[in-house]
């Protein structure tokens, strides 16, 4: 007679983590804009673009005034701005969050203004979305009224505080008539605080806003291939991302830019196309994308990550090695990629280097769900079940709608012979996942050993109905043979 025919090997659902570029603030409240300078260069300069015009700078800095309320200071430059350049130099020399120039046009009675942002949104947080090319707006208006909401909207966005730069925008955009051109920007920058705020149908809504109106804006249809690929949209995550590379590649054709010297946002595009083609088990087109983006940043640290994925999937262990140790050696805090080398190296049957590696990952990352999964596994394999428990157990508490890491907490308490606890853990994994069949076998093991004979059998029958074939049917249907003599 076939011995414990009914106690199946440990399944391990190891956790392999994808790693996009991460810029995110975030705030507990709105703080005072108390301290914050805006630069408005002369608008009433001679140029080629108009001609001379009186009062018109005048006229924008009284329509500022409403910001004096928040706290922030609005300065006149007494020369013109002739580019984003000297823009630039200027809010850095002297301080300036924001800068505004441009010039009145008479014939159409409109102002032309570009809004150069001089600091970006800090970047410390989970992904990476797109905004306007060097932080350049540009804006044609037939009021001034719009402006003060708009630039409160732009510098609570650099802070992190969405939930009032969404009011803001949102201020700015209730009169279409006073922006003729540049409401797509606006939309944009609505659509990236919605984004952070984890409103994804909101911040879709408004990337859609921005490309009705501008169909060529690279950074919405960017942006939309984020959302859609993190929602499991994936053939619309390609279509998004491929716009978007396709009208940055136009851009940086038109420009004569070199393919070395296109923006590090281009070389971001290439890496999360690449994720949604391996998602769609589109291997090779995944694997051409990461390198696009490696030749573009030779030190994008994720996108070796994500090739050595890819490496792994294929049984090209060895490259997949290579990969996680290049990510880690420019990026040596990389929770995921010590968790991907520990992975690697558990495939390899390497216990204590696999072990090192997500003790590693978990230095950097304590909250690392993942990690302390794959730790357990391996505390597991070497026979330390108290040590995996308690990992398992910590995963939970950061992961607790895991399916996979319940079932193999219940593998390990059902090892330790604490059947309650197995049916416990075995029974949340099954409501998680109903169609994990290795979570109704162990159940209905759990049970046999209880006695608890139409509990089992019912576990055992969930097996037969899920598989058509193999081993693990057979097994089950041993079972139910045995119970019922």
Known sequence: MRK?????????????????????????????????????????????????VVYSTKYLIEALKPLEEEGIHVEKFEEAIEDDIEARYH????????????????KTDLYNIYIQLIYERD???????????????????NDLSCLP??????????????????????????????????????????GNSHYWQE????????????LSIEPNLSAAHYNLGIIYGEEGRLDEAVISLQNALALKLDKSISSLQSTMELSPDFAAAHNNLGISYYNQGKIDEAIAEYKVALGLNPNFAEAHNNLGLVYRAQGKIEEAIAEYKRAIEIKSYFAEAYNNLGLAYYGKGMLKEAIAQYQ??????PYFAAAHSNL?????????LDEAIAQYQKALKFDSNSAEIHYNLGVAYRAKDKLDETIEELSKAIALKPDLVEAHYNLGAAYRKKGEKEKAINQF?????????????????????????
């Open 123 to 141: 970047s410390s947080g989970k992904k990476e979305i797109d905004s306007i090319d060097n932080f350049l707006m540009k804006l044609t208006v």
């Open 149 to 190: 909401p708009l630039l409160i909207g732009l510098i609570r966005y650099q802070r992190g505080e969405d939930e009032e730069a969404i009011a803001s925008f949102s201020s700015a955009l209730s009169y279409p008539s006073k922006v003729a051109i540049g409401r797509e920007v606006i939309y944009l920058y609505k």
């Open 91 to 106: 809010g850095n020399e002297y301080g300036y969050q924001i800068v505004l120039y441009g010039w009145f046009d008479l």
């Open 4 to 52: 414990r025919v009914y106690i199946l090997a440990k399944f391990v659902i190891a956790i392999l983590v994808f790693q996009i570029l991460s810029s995110r603030i975030i705030a507990n409240a709105s703080s005072s804009l108390q301290g914050v300078n805006i630069l408005i260069a002369d608008f009433d300069q001679i140029s080629s673009k108009s001609e001379y």
């Open 360 to 365: 590693k990952a978990l230095k950097f990352k």
């Open 199 to 210: 409103q994804k149908k909101e911040a879709i809504s408004a990337y859609q806003s921005a």
């Open 461 to 485: 029958e969930m097996v037969i109905k899920l598989l058509e074939d193999g081993q693990l049917r057979r097994m089950a249907m041993d079972n139910i043979i045995k119970l019922e003599e």
């Open 376 to 384: 357990g596994i391996a505390y597991y394999d070497k026979g330390w």
